[in-house]
């Protein structure tokens, strides 16, 4: 009966339950997959291929992450990163239509995509022996595709009905999106990766042209394949596929990119949401630095183990406390994730519990950050994040859709799937008093953004009569 | 090149070798049955203990009784707290999970198999599966909670849609009991109706345990005794009515969201149903497979009305519910509700053609190793032939299955089995035409 703590997940052509539930585990620095058996490549063309190999089953998945996300988006043209990672599906002159989805599912496939702040991604797990048919597709699809105008005007109302259904229609995810907009004010993590409604509206066949022709190539691209392979013999593959495909002069490489560096905040900020709904709710988001040079950087780490401190297990102190000993939340929780393009955040929320109000919860977690600035963490709580740490990499092992996600995610933000080792060692290496002192700098006012949901009655005007001939 | 791939495609599947899973079977001296997979492949152990203790085994005075013993059994057992007990989980990295539906409560752990860790956890999965306290406090706390989120899922379209469907699917019967019950119902529960309820049924006679992973044959027997040995060791074998086919209704709730959320359903499938297969196939091909379904193409692709549109079975002890769900903007919700109605129409009158039921079955038998490419998957696998007592070779004898079934199968079953006009309907969020 635990509300899922709020995170921003990416946002997908279309995800059945089971995955969704896959996705909500963090896919931070939590469970890190050791580089053993793993193995890259580069072509002629620019396009990295990273293979890491898994032999326990005769599977494989094949991911292809593009570095072009919804950070890279101007305005008047949000979502449109994630517009065209669903106008992918609509076919190329050598595979028409939805045949790229009858080929793979009838192939005994599974496929999928999804687009973040920093990325969009492809993916297909089917039997090893089908690798050839995921290659030769996905490539096919990176320079061949087919826009029309007829296809993207019903897309682009699949996508509308996208917003609807998972922002629009949440109250949570209304919070969210509102808070992101304030905390950041110039920064492009500012807009929802589903795009404002609006510019969904007025989104054209060209923008998501313009899109295409401007991200998708070789060089801006990463290819990562998990599975019961021979490596050597992936790189054949992708060298016959991707090989002959030019590469795009135009890309820049992410480290010359605009760096848009959002200016400091200046003072706290407060907004509140009405929205439909039963139960208050607030969100807090306070602006904390990513992982930029894993074998350097501290800071990143520190901010991993205080939200494994504050909420890493059901024994964390947001749960024990403000849940069960002072009964003022229902739910409360605490995340970060370091891995990110652009800057990071610290987020804290909390549900009031019956008889509480937002103004409870928050001055209840509140204090459990100055108790943090003032006492510190125990060594007991640092070990018990850390066994955490060290199990959750050997649990991840167990999935090669994660292990694939965690190469993908690493390498398209411009990080290496060999720094796995050294995040797993450096959090290892987090003493309490560093969790004290990012505490201490980071989660202060001057940083802080808070949001809080009003709920709203259900109210609803007289409802329309219902057509004569639909009643059964 | 891409055509001629796809032709020879077609006799790809039957050259496959599906490996029989090399399941272990045996009855533990506290009389668990017992289903084991041995594999060093990852130092993991996974474990899930289940019975027969899910939502049906409620009453409408009793609702939720089943799922807050469940949620319950890990906040306080064996003589330790719950905060003892997260922390003595959370210090060997393992982690407690669980599976909640109409006929069956289930209990997962997974750790590491080094010694100290496994040993750590499973001393305290024993106590939370057996020794279970069910404290006052932590119960009242926690119905608080329950309440809340109930109240919270009552505003929301595509709960207050479930909830109305299964109600006008199941009238009376106890599948149409909400899991987590109701306002009413959890705020009276107490201390002994969670005592009685563990007592009753989490009994060693009923329960399944399922091992996989990183020991021995020894090993895992002495797990599963440990787990079950103090358990009461009656049989109870719950028996569920039958199901009956509801009255058809369409019911059309006012909300303020946007989007409305249209459901269908009529009984569907049980575990061990003859018209199992057909029925399975012949989903995939109306609305389980994906992107290749009729209503994906329908509603989603040709027209652009709905994000997501789905249907599927969920096959139960008795006969689970037969779904469609789609969300559409509440001004289209008629033009969506007439289509999928046309789509099953439609395919319930002319069933498959003979390509839409080869590709089905290529997609369905040429995935199954991506069904079983982990431990986790294995694992729920385990639990679900332990539970329904289905054969070891459950697994080879799907493909089998699937790969005989006919065109004139899946019409007939599906004919047999589900009545377009006869299903429940329920449409959340409606036009607003007041002030037009």
């Not at chain 1, 629009?168 to 492009?188: C, G, I, K, N």
């Not at chain 2, 807050?68 to 990295?93: I, P």
């Not at chain 2, 009276?188 to 399922?210: C, E, M, N, P, W």
């Amino acid at each position: 009966m635990t509300y899922p703590c709020f995170r921003f997940l990416p946002t997908c052509r279309f995800l059945p339950a089971s995955l969704w539930a896959a996705l909500i585990i963090p896919i931070s620095l939590f469970s890190p997959a050791a580089p053993a058996s793993t193995h890259e490549f580069i072509l002629g063309n620019g396009l990295r291929l990273i293979v890491k190999e898994d032999h326990r089953s005769p599977v494989v998945i094949s991911q292809i992450w593009y570095k072009a996300g919804s950070i890279d988006e101007v305005n008047g043209r949000t979502g449109v990163a994630h517009v065209l990672e669903h106008m992918m599906f609509k076919g190329t002159k050598k595979v028409p239509g939805g045949e790229f989805s009858r080929l793979i599912a009838a192939a005994g496939g599974r496929e999928n995509a999804f687009t973040g702040q920093d990325y969009t991604a492809y993916f297909q797990q089917l039997h090893k022996s089908r690798l050839p048919l995921a290659m030769e597709l996905e490539s096919d699809r990176m320079r061949n595709l087919v826009l029309t105008e007829e296809e993207f005007s019903k897309e682009i109302k699949v996508v509308m009905e996208e917003r609807r259904l998972r922002t629009d229609d949440q109250a949570r995810s209304l919070v969210h999106e509102t808070l992101m907009a304030t905390s950041y004010q110039s920064h492009p993590y500012r807009h929802p990766v589903i795009g404002w409604m609006n510019d969904l509206q007025n989104m054209t066949v060209e923008d998501a042209r313009q899109w295409y022709e401007r991200w998708y190539a070789p060089n801006n691209a990463v290819l990562v394949v998990v599975g019961d392979v021979v490596p050597r013999q992936v790189f054949d593959l992708a060298r016959k596929y991707y090989g002959q495909i030019k590469k795009a002069k135009s890309i820049l490489p992410l480290d010359q990119r605009k760096p848009q560096i959002e200016p400091k905040q200046l003072g706290i900020k407060r907004l509140t949401v009405k929205a439909p709904a039963q139960l208050p709710y607030v969100a807090m988001a306070y602006h904390a630095p990513s992982l930029r040079k894993p074998e350097k950087d501290w800071e990143p780490y520190a901010l991993e183990m205080l939200a494994g401190v504050l909420d890493g297990n059901e024994s964390a102190r947001l749960n024990k406390v403000l849940v069960r000993e002072q009964r003022v939340a229902s739910a409360a929780g605490a995340s970060y994730d370091s891995t990110a393009r652009g800057p990071a955040a610290f987020y804290l929320d909390g549900t009031p519990s019956e008889g509480k109000t937002v103004v409870d919860v928050e001055a209840a977690l509140r204090a459990e950050i100055e108790r943090l600035v003032r006492e510190g963490v125990t060594e007991e709580e640092l070990a018990r994040v850390k066994a955490q740490v060290v199990a959750g990499h050997v649990f991840q092992l167990d999935s090669m859709f994660f292990q694939a996600m965690q190469i993908g995610q690493l390498e398209s933000i411009g990080l290496s799937y060999r720094d796995v080792d050294i995040i797993l060692r450096k959090l290892q290496a987090v003493t309490p008093e560093q969790v004290r002192d990012v505490a201490k700098k980071y989660l202060k006012d001057d940083n802080l953004t808070i949001a809080v949901l009003d709920p709203q009655p259900l109210e609803q005007k007289a409802p329309a009569a219902v057509p004569a001939g639909l009643r059964h | 090149m891409l055509r001629h791939l796809f032709f020879l495609l077609l006799g790809f599947y039957s050259q496959w070798a599906y490996a029989t899973l090399p399941i272990q079977h045996w009855q533990a001296a506290s009389g668990a049955r017992v289903y084991f997979i041995e594999s060093r492949d990852l130092p993991i152990l996974d474990v899930s203990v289940d019975f027969s203790a899910g939502s049906s085994t409620d009453t409408p005075d009793k609702s939720g009784r089943a799922g807050m013993a469940l949620h319950l059994v890990n906040l306080g057992a064996g003589g330790l707290t719950e905060d003892q007990l997260t922390k003595g989980f959370a210090d060997v990295g393992a982690q407690l999970g669980a599976h909640f539906d109409q006929d069956r409560a289930g209990i997962t752990l997974r750790t590491l198999s080094s010694a100290r860790e496994r040993n750590r956890a499973l001393e305290l999965f024993g106590k939370v599966i057996q020794h279970p306290e069910f404290p006052e406090y932590v119960l009242e706390r926690e119905k608080a909670r329950v309440i809340a989120g109930l109240k919270e899922a009552d505003t929301k379209p595509g709960n207050i849609a479930d909830r109305s469907l299964m109600k006008m699917l199941y009238g009376t019967h106890p599948y149409g009991l909400r899991g987590s019950g109701e306002i009413e119902s959890v705020s009276k529960l107490g201390r002994q109706d969670l005592i009685d309820f563990h007592r009753f049924l989490y009994t060693s006679g009923d329960a399944v345990v399922s091992i996989m992973g990183d020991v021995s044959r020894d090993e895992a027997a002495a797990i599963a005794e440990s787990l079950t040995r103090d358990l009461s060791r009656e049989r109870r074998g719950q028996s569920i009515p039958e199901v009956t086919p509801p009255a058809p209704d369409t019911q059309r709730i006012a909300h303020p969201a946007t989007q409305s959320h249209i459901q269908l359903a009529y009984p569907g499938l049980k575990r061990d149903d003859p018209d199992y297969f057909p029925l399975i196939v012949g989903n995939h091909i109306l609305g389980g497979g994906g992107f290749t379904s009729r209503l994906m193409e329908e509603i989603r692709q040709k027209r652009g009305l709905a994000y997501s549109v789905h249907s599927s079975f969920t096959p139960l002890k008795e006969e689970g519910p037969f779904e469609i769900a789609l969300q559409t903007q509440k001004e289209q919700s008629e033009e969506a509700l007439s289509i999928t109605r046309k789509v099953l129409a439609d395919f319930i009158a002319g069933g498959p053609t003979e390509k839409e039921l080869i590709e089905a079955k290529k997609n369905i038998i040429g995935s199954f190793p991506l069904r079983i490419d982990s431990n986790k998957k294995i694992l729920g696998y385990l639990a679900m032939i332990g539970f329904y007592d289905l054969p070891l070779t459950y697994l080879n004898d799907y493909v089998k299955a699937v790969s005989k079934v006919t065109i004139s199968q899946v019409t007939q079953a599906f004919q047999r089995r589900i009545n377009p006009s006869g299903m429940v309907t329920v449409v959340v969020g409606l036009p607003d035409t007041s002030g037009k």
